[in-house]
């Protein structure tokens, strides 16, 4: 599958955010497995549930637990992902990612 990627600061006349601001560079395609599109898209389906159950009317230590776990899962499989994208693994010898 393949995704279009353009970064704000190569399109002209368009403020840059900060987190772009003089990078200049355009990324215009990039190949992404389909197992890895298909878990992405999925988990955007997930994600939208949790934003869908987040207006019930239940504890809010419930909705907070719901919302952790949710990340936690979230963050697995975008860093699962990036892993097989890539080949590697900045979040290696992190102490505070587990």
Known sequence: MKIGVRAWSSLPDIPSPSLFAGAGFCIEEMSVKDENAEKIGTLADE?????????????????????????????????????????????EDNPLVG
């Open 47 to 91: 994600l939208d549930a949790v934003l869908f159950t987040s207006k019930l009317p239940l504890p809010p230590q419930l909705h907070l637990s719901s919302l952790q776990e949710k990340v936690r899962e979230a963050r697995d499989i975008l860093a699962a992902v990036f892993k097989d994208e890539t080949g590697d693994d900045p979040w």
